[in-house]
């Protein structure tokens, strides 16, 4: 089993920043496919960004590519989501997800294990 811990969201200001972390405990992250998806309130949830397992590969949604980083430690069994230049319409839950494939790819879906979420919201 994994357990996935989002933290980092909160309120912050049109422009501003967040870093999201996505701590995994029981099987780890290592060599595994992590993605950051969102769920804004009535509309279906998205993939945001996603990395693979061995790190080497990235795939970003175009709407955050050039303000959006994700990256992982997998000593400390984390994942980060660096966002930058935050703009209104990135509110929404944020959500971590595992899932176990391959150490090169970088799946939009069918993610195994999900988190809890974390919050965002960015005024104008």
């Keep these: ?11 912050v200001q049109a422009g501003g920043s967040l870093r999201l972390s996505c701590a995994a405990s029981g099987r780890t992250f290592r060599s595994n496919a992590v993605g950051w998806f969102r769920q804004a309130p009535g509309k279906e949830r998205e993939f945001v960004a996603g990395v693979s397992g061995s790190g080497a590969h990235t795939d970003y949604v175009d709407s955050v590519k050039g303000r959006f980083t994700i990256s992982r430690d997998d000593v400390k069994n984390t994942v980060f989501l660096q966002m930058n230049s935050l703009k209104p319409e990135d509110t ?3 959500y ?29």
């Design 1 to 11: 089993q994994v357990r996935l811990v989002e933290s980092g969201g909160g309120l």
């Design 92 to 94: 929404a839950i944020y």
């Design 96 to 124: 971590c997800a595992l899932r176990f494939i391959g150490i090169d790819y970088v799946p939009r879906r069918d993610y195994d294990y999900w988190g809890q979420g974390t919050q965002v919201t960015v005024s104008s």
